[in-house]
């Protein structure tokens, strides 16, 4: 008889029931109810039991201050303790309970990142909140207190001294905050495709990074109402290039799913079986460069049926 064929590992999810103690106004979209959405449909469809459950941990202040400003953590964790309100820009609402609640955020994204290295599983999809794209090094804004993508990637290059990473982002808000913190640095390629003119008001196509980073940075931007075919060609077009020159030692997407054509933000036309072929994009790219080293991430994403589907697509590419 021919010797048993190794099994490979299963794609990790990160989930913690404390992510939904990041208590926000009625008024605002970014809910517990979004977390609890997509564990929901996902138990539906049986992908839950199928995934590795990975526990999240408190990322500490060292990795955050890799992005953020020591002060900025410093005053996060004062204003929740004071009881919270809504941080500078006033769009981004923190409750006692959001400081540790962020740092759980992050630190999904870095144990999902220790699990990939490890080999515990081959990739890895982190159903984490608050999301983090937005937030800047001195500031949070857009929903987003720490940078969870931006944190993920630096302590990749501290702690498992990986040299090149690669961000992919489809939201479609462009991640200003990760731009900003990377934006002079040619060891993180950020790619981001996004409706243009829209929120936050950057991500044009002539923000290419500065300094040693000229050229490391990728806008895609698009114009409203754009379909999930010309979403997906135009990020395909700037990136496999992009990866084929860059190299990267290991893949991290910001996974926003509000280009959804039923998300009541975004204003885009992508349908559930567009984010499994924005999947295959991503896991292709890591397949090819870095051993299938991938680790997706979710950002927004506000009608609650269409994130959990667009999710389960996802998911169900990764363990595929």
């Given at each position: 008889?021919?010797p ?30 979004r ?31 890799e ?17 919270g309100?809504?941080l500078d ?5 923190v409750?006692?309970a959001s400081?540790?609640v ?11 990142c220790?699990?990939v ?7 890895a999809?982190?159903?984490v ?5 937005h ?10 207190v ?68 000229q050229?490391?940075?990728v ?14 060609g ?10 084929e ?9 910001s ?10 933000l975004g ?15 991503v ?38």
């Amino acid at each position: 008889m021919p010797p048993e064929t190794a099994r490979k590992p299963a794609t990790g999810l990160v989930y913690h029931p404390d992510y939904l103690k990041h208590a926000v106004p009625a008024w605002h979209p970014e809910q517990p109810q979004r977390l609890a959405a997509i564990v929901e449909h996902l138990k539906e469809v049986g992908l839950w039991d199928k995934a590795a459950h990975i526990q999240p941990v408190l990322a500490d202040v060292e990795s955050v201050a890799e992005v953020h400003s020591t002060r900025y953590i410093a005053d996060v964790e004062d204003f929740c303790e004071r009881g919270g309100g809504l941080l500078d820009w006033g769009d981004t609402p923190v409750c006692p309970a959001s400081y540790e609640v962020a740092l759980l955020a992050a630190g999904g994204a870095i144990a999902a990142c220790d699990a990939v290295m490890a080999g515990q599983v081959r990739n890895a999809f982190c159903l984490v909140r608050p999301p983090g794209h937005h937030a800047r090094p001195r500031g949070g804004m857009g929903f987003c207190v720490f940078n969870n993508v931006a944190i993920a990637a630096r302590y990749l290059q501290r702690k498992h001294g990986l040299a090149r990473i690669l961000i992919a982002d489809w939201d479609v808000h462009h991640g200003n905050g990760t731009q900003e913190a990377f934006y002079s640095d040619p060891t993180v390629l950020y790619v981001s495709v996004h409706r243009y003119p829209f929120y936050p008001g950057t991500g044009t196509a002539d923000e290419t990074g500065t300094g040693e980073g000229q050229g490391a940075n990728v806008n895609v931007p698009l114009h409203g109402g754009t379909a999930g075919d010309e979403f997906i060609g135009a990020l395909r077009k700037e990136v496999e290039p992009a990866a084929e020159k860059f190299r990267p030692d290991f893949v991290l997407v910001s996974a926003g799913f509000d280009a959804h054509r039923d998300d009541p933000l975004g204003g885009m036309l992508l349908d559930d079986a567009d984010y499994a072929t924005l999947a295959r994009l991503v896991r292709g790219i890591a397949e090819k460069h870095c051993d299938g080293r991938l680790v997706v991430v979710l950002e927004g994403g506000y009608d609650l049926g269409a994130l959990g589907r667009g999710a389960a697509e996802v998911l169900r590419v990764l363990m595929g």
